[in-house]
């Protein structure tokens, strides 16, 4: 069982900046694949970033050239940096780890983080 914890939400002006932090209670393996999702009020939940197994990042559309995701295995840590935050940003923030193990997958989620933008 792997716990998340996010931090770094909080309330920011249309065009700022925020950093998430996820930390991670066990060790995080470089198979493992890492995401951030978000969800907004009577929306699904999203993909927003995703470092993959061996090492690539993917980033949704809508995030793409304004965010930045980063993981570092030694500390048990990812983040995702937010820079020029749309009002359409706001949502609760979810990271996730995804591990597989003898064909079983596992998905781990943190309790989530709020960002909200003000225009």
């Known amino acids: 069982q792997v716990q998340l914890v996010e931090s770094g939400g909080g309330l920011v002006q249309a065009g700022g900046s925020l950093r998430l932090s996820c930390a991670a209670s066990?060790?995080?393996?470089?198979?493992?694949?890492m995401g951030w999702y978000r969800q907004a009020p009577g929306n699904q939940r999203e993909l927003v970033a995703v470092?993959?197994?061996?090492?690539?990042?993917g980033y949704a559309d809508s995030v793409k050239g304004r965010f930045i995701m980063s993981r570092d295995n030694a500390r048990n840590t990812v983040s995702l940096q937010m820079n020029s935050l749309e009002p359409e940003d706001t949502a609760v923030y979810y990271c996730?780890?995804?591990?597989?193990?003898?064909?079983?997958?596992?998905?781990?989620w943190g309790q989530g983080t709020q960002v909200t933008v003000s225009s």
């Open positions: 996730n780890l995804r591990r597989s193990s003898w064909g079983v997958r596992y998905d781990y």
């Open positions: 066990r060790s995080i393996s470089s198979t493992d694949t």
């Open positions: 470092i993959a197994s061996g090492g690539s990042t």
